[in-house]
């Protein structure tokens, strides 16, 4: 499917400390996968993981699974709100939105 630079840039925002990504999560899912796509109607970045949404297991794999395809520390993700909901919105420390833009883009195509 074709992405449009701009709707992925839409989910992702600056703020004093860092970068905002909302994020749309399917736990429970048969593979692990980050970025899986766009959702126009969140305007989110689409995320898969096989953890279930029990105990926090699915907030903890998408923070990890965000760090290892995005090339980024683990310690520079964190959860900042939607911890029980499947929109979740993900603060990262220490990259410029048009680098997170372009990583995320790159892995869509």
């Known amino acids: 499917m074709n992405y449009d630079i701009t709707d992925i840039s839409s989910a992702i925002s600056e703020s004093k400390d860092g970068i905002i990504i909302t994020i749309d999560l399917t736990p429970a899912s048969s593979i692990d996968l980050f970025p899986a796509g766009y959702n126009p109607w969140r305007q989110a970045v689409t995320g898969k993981t096989k953890a279930p949404a029990v105990s926090g297991k699915a907030n903890k794999a998408i923070i990890s699974l965000i760090a290892e395809r995005l090339q980024i520390s683990e310690t520079t993700v964190s959860l900042i709100s939607g911890q029980t909901s499947s929109k979740k919105r993900i603060f990262i420390d220490g990259i410029t939105k048009?680098?997170?833009?372009?990583r995320i883009f790159s892995l869509l195509e």
């Open 98 to 102: 048009e680098d997170l833009v372009k």
